[in-house]
């Protein structure tokens, strides 16, 4: 049994251009990726294969971006402040329910 | 529609611990990923979402590693030569039957 190895697996895209293209690391996606794994160990959700809150290289989404994206389910997400982050976290992780507006 | 925007999206780790715990990074994470991702361009696989090769960070299984996870389906891979890679490769991504050997 190794699907579902955590019930929600999250990626912050954190990969940073040099070269003047769009990129995730322009609206600081890693100090809110920090946010979200803080969060998510606070509430008690980094235990027993809940949540685990991951950095990733380029998620090849630029334009949309900051982006997000939560697996098994593959639902993908942009934010811009902690009030999203915290919506993907009590909505989706915690209540299952994927937040539309945040969707790209 | 964003679920399956990659058919499969592929994460490796390569996590480098600097502290004597064992990590993917010991194992070249980053160089078998490199491989992988220009073995798919080159198959023409990189195009119109069919496969990602990703670099993540630590994804905590570091004692099984080197990891990998393909997503949607959530099946984890360790590997420890090209030769498994192209398996993965060969069989999973492009045969769709996951490579029961080296499943973590």
Same mark, same amino acid.
């Given at each position: 049994m190794n699907e579902s190895y955590y019930r929600y697996h999250v990626f912050f895209c954190t990969n940073q251009r040099d070269n003047g293209r769009p990129c995730?690391?322009?609206?600081n996606s890693s100090a809110f990726r920090s946010y979200a794994k803080e969060k998510i160990k606070a509430l008690g959700l980094?235990? $027993?294969?809940q949540v685990r809150i991951n950095i990733a290289g380029c998620l090849n989404r630029c334009a949309q971006g900051p982006a997000i994206v939560v697996y098994p389910e593959g639902i993908w997400y942009s934010y811009t402040n902690h009030k999203d982050i915290d919506e993907i976290i009590s909505e989706?992780?915690? $209540?299952?329910?994927?937040?539309v507006r945040l969707r790209i």
């Amino acid at each position: 049994m190794n699907e579902s190895y955590y019930r929600y697996h999250v990626f912050f895209c954190t990969n940073q251009r040099d070269n003047g293209r769009p990129c995730c690391q322009d609206h600081n996606s890693s100090a809110f990726r920090s946010y979200a794994k803080e969060k998510i160990k606070a509430l008690g959700l980094a235990k $027993n294969h809940q949540v685990r809150i991951n950095i990733a290289g380029c998620l090849n989404r630029c334009a949309q971006g900051p982006a997000i994206v939560v697996y098994p389910e593959g639902i993908w997400y942009s934010y811009t402040n902690h009030k999203d982050i915290d919506e993907i976290i009590s909505e989706h992780l915690i $209540n299952g329910r994927p937040v539309v507006r945040l969707r790209i």
